[in-house]
């Protein structure tokens, strides 16, 4: 009897694959941590071969935990981390690693391309605005740079349109990524006029057939069920982006109350519901993203802040370094037990923290990667408490910088991601935005969002509608109202933290000239 359906969610930290029954409750998992490498100039890369080996691992190692699975499979489905740039050859082997969205050394490009008055041409076809981690500004980039590697290129993927390729043969990426990057998100199409502003018209060929997985898919081949140990045969859907996965999971999809939608990770992403491509609204500062859902006519609009969770990990590694200097050990597990004790002991917004700690700056809701993580209003009173505090309540004035970017203030927010788990999170972000808070039983968003696809497409569902309904509402907990007293402590610190932003910018540019000049020196590479 085939009742399971698998999920695939190759993320930037793990490689996940997940069973679900027919009704979406989760049978069991499989997961490998991800690797990927950072290099001088801002580069960050990741072994395409090894990806796929990976992935086909955690799928035989789902096999060991569900009797007989490959028998009872109905389909499978994969998304995985969005942007980057994976090239192929004609063979279909890679021709370089891939390119992550973590890579930054397009950022100069971006720059000379948003400074263009014809990039708000591009930005009102894609709805997004451009950054170095996408493919386009990639694009640009190598052909400045490395053109010889283009030139061994037949595709460009994706992370999750690699290993469909794996799993089927089949060279396609999906409505989402490929309308956000190089086309029109109201036609769902490339657009010729946005290659023609990123000035990578010559690049076409390289884009694969933009296909909707719940409409489409192929057939897991035959090397592809001796990797896994599954079917050859078996349908295999190719899921939309990672963030639209995990959004559909997580609640966003909800067309009566309309909340926003928040996935607090390694990156955060904030996010609304808009039903028409009227209801998407562009902003003057041409930020920020426009990705379709996997339903017709339906969008969710995107601001992302380029790093959350890092900032955690950062600011707790300052004490456990410390303590192991010292001969003790802790796990970081154990530093964040410690979290809630540490902010209920410190003051509310009695410090700034602007939480831009990664090396490829900021992109939501502005555009910039000199931008870097600081402190404002340190005295001799503030201890490590107050620092970590002000960390968690950094990433909650992003969250609500993004969506202040997007129109109105939600009334509700769903949550997401690792950092969910945090009631000291979910509180001082609830009341930053003053909204309520809703987190989902669901422990897999991103791969339950990737099997709801594959089960509208393979007829389990007639519309996502129907598909959401016994998915994902039944698993939404209990609204967390904002803390009102709490919430007017932030509203004060809103216009202060907007103002440390926009005038640290020269700053942080002045500061990124030398470590620049350093970086291109190292790495041979021009702009």
């Known amino acids: 009897m085939r009742d399971v359906l698998i999920g695939i969610d190759a993320g930037t ?34 072994d395409l071969a090894r990806t796929w080996l990976d992935t086909a691992a955690t799928l035989r190692q789902l096999a060991d935990k569900v009797p007989n699975l490959a028998g009872r499979v109905i389909a499978i489905a994969v998304t995985g981390q ?47 605005g ?26 460009a993927f994706h992370c999750k349109d690699w290993l469909y390729f794996k799993l089927t043969g089949e060279r396609a990426t999906d409505p989402s990524e490929g309308t956000f990057t190089f086309g029109d998100f109201r036609t769902r199409g490339y657009s010729d006029e946005v290659l023609d502003v990123l000035g990578v018209t010559d690049l076409r060929h390289l884009l694969p057939p933009i296909v909707d997985g719940t409409r489409h898919n192929a057939s897991l081949s035959q090397a592809a069920a001796d ?20 959004a559909l999971g997580a609640g966003l999809f909800d067309r ?29 500062a041409a930020t920020g993203y426009t990705m379709t859902m996997p339903a017709p006519g339906v969008f969710a609009q ?17 004490a456990s370094g410390i303590l192991a200097s010292q001969g003790i050990t802790r796990t970081n597990g154990e530093m964040i037990a410690l979290v809630d004790e540490w902010i209920s002991s410190s003051e509310p917004a009695s410090l700034l923290y602007q939480p831009y700690v990664s090396e490829a700056g900021e992109r939501g809701p502005f555009v910039d990667a000199n931008a870097r993580a600081g402190f404002v209003g340190i005295s001799s009173r503030h201890g490590y408490a107050d620092l970590v505090r002000a960390v968690f309540e950094g990433l909650a004035f992003a969250a609500r910088d993004c969506y202040a970017a997007m129109g109105p203030l939600p009334m509700e927010v769903r949550l997401t991601g690792g ?22 039983e669901r422990e ?77 020196t190292k790495t041979g590479l021009t702009n």
């Open 13 to 46: 930290s793990v490689i996940k694959s997940v069973a679900f029954d027919t009704a979406g409750r989760q049978i069991a998992a499989a997961a490998l941590p991800n690797k990927y490498e950072t290099l001088p100039g801002g580069g960050a890369e990741q």
């Open 130 to 155: 451009l950054a170095a981690c996408q493919q386009g500004s990639q694009f640009a980039f190598m052909k400045r740079n490395m053109p010889e590697m283009l030139g061994r290129a037949a595709t």
């Open 419 to 440: 950092a969910a788990r945090s009631p000291a999170l979910r509180k001082i972000l609830g009341a930053a935005i003053g909204a309520d808070i809703r987190t989902s």
């Open 82 to 128: 969005g942007d980057g740039t994976w090239l192929i050859d004609r063979e279909g082997e890679p021709v370089a690693r891939g390119w992550l969205w973590l890579d930054a050394r397009a950022a100069g490009v971006v720059e000379e391309i948003r400074a263009r008055p014809e990039d708000r041409l591009r930005f009102e076809k894609t709805g997004s």
């Open 256 to 284: 009566e109350r309309k909340p926003g939608c928040s996935i607090i990770g390694s990156t955060g992403m904030h996010m609304r519901l808009a039903e028409t491509p009227d209801e998407v609204l562009l902003n003057e």
């Open 302 to 318: 995107m601001q992302s802040n380029m790093a959350a969770t890092l900032n955690i990990d950062w600011v707790l590694g300052l």
């Open 227 to 246: 990797a896994t140990g599954l079917i050859a045969g078996t349908p295999v859907v190719l899921a939309y982006v990672d963030v639209v996965c995990t």
């Open 444 to 520: 897999e968003a991103g791969a339950a969002g990737a099997a709801m696809i594959a089960a509208v497409c393979v007829g389990q569902y007639a519309s996502m509608d129907e598909c959401v309904e016994e998915w994902v509402t039944p698993l939404l907990g209990a609204a967390e109202p904002s803390d009102r007293k709490l919430a007017a402590t932030y509203e004060r610190l809103v216009p202060s933290y907007t103002l440390a932003h926009e005038a640290l910018r020269p700053v942080w540019r002045s500061m990124a000239a030398p470590r620049t000049k350093t970086d291109v």
